[in-house]
Every structure is written in C-alpha cells, then in structure tokens.
C-alpha cells in the first residue's frame, strides 16, 4: 500500500504564507514526479505545481513567482511554500505522486486533501 499524506493547511490573512508538506510511504521503487492540485468550491481541480525531478517545474499562472514547490527524494516528500497568498488561492490542496512500485509497475497516487484558506 502507498499513502500520501499532506499537512500544513491552515487558515491565513491575506498577503500571509504557508508551507504544505506531503509524504509517501509504503513500498516505492522510484518517484517519477510529485505535485500539487488544488479544488475551489464549484470549480475543477486544477494543477498548481509539479516537479518532474531536479530543476524540472511546472506553475500554473496563477502562482508563478508565489508558490515554490521542492521535493526531498530521500524522504519522497514534496513541499509546497506559498507566499502572497490570496483569498482566490482558497481551496482543498491535494499532493499527487507518480510512482513505480516493485510488482505493481508504475501508478499516480493522491493524498486526502489539505484545506487552505485565505481571508481577506
């Protein structure tokens, strides 16, 4: 079995920051990419960041220059650090990982989703 398991929600002022983390645990042969989704009340999940390995990134416009996402490979945890916050930025945030598991192959895997929100 894999779990991901985000913390870090919370609520914050606007112009405030936090940090969302996200653990995978179980059996993992490798992590192919790791990321953040996040869903607003009536609206779809969207992507926010991933991290494909290394330097390799991917923002949605709404969070280029804010949001920050890095990833411990020896801990398969991924981190999302959000600053300037806004109330648009409220939602359910959900870590997501891309894995490849001994005898199961290659998978994508959510956590139970982190809530955020932004007060005005």
């Known amino acids: 079995q894999v779990q991901l398991v985000e913390s870090g929600g919370g609520l914050v002022q606007a112009g405030g920051s936090l940090r969302l983390s996200c653990v995978a645990s179980g059996t993992i042969f490798s992590v192919n990419a790791m990321g953040w989704y996040r869903q607003a009340p009536g609206n779809q999940r969207e992507l926010v960041a991933s991290n494909t390995g290394g330097d390799s990134t991917t923002y949605a416009n709404s969070v280029k220059g804010r949001f920050t996402i890095s990833r411990d490979n020896a801990k398969n945890t991924v981190y999302l650090q959000m600053n300037s916050l806004k109330p648009e930025d409220t939602a359910v945030y959900y870590c997501?990982?891309?894995?490849?598991?001994?005898?199961?192959?290659?998978?994508?895997?959510w956590g139970q989703g982190t809530q955020v929100t932004v007060s005005s």
């Open positions: 997501n990982a891309d894995l490849t598991r001994p005898y199961s192959g290659r998978a994508v895997y």
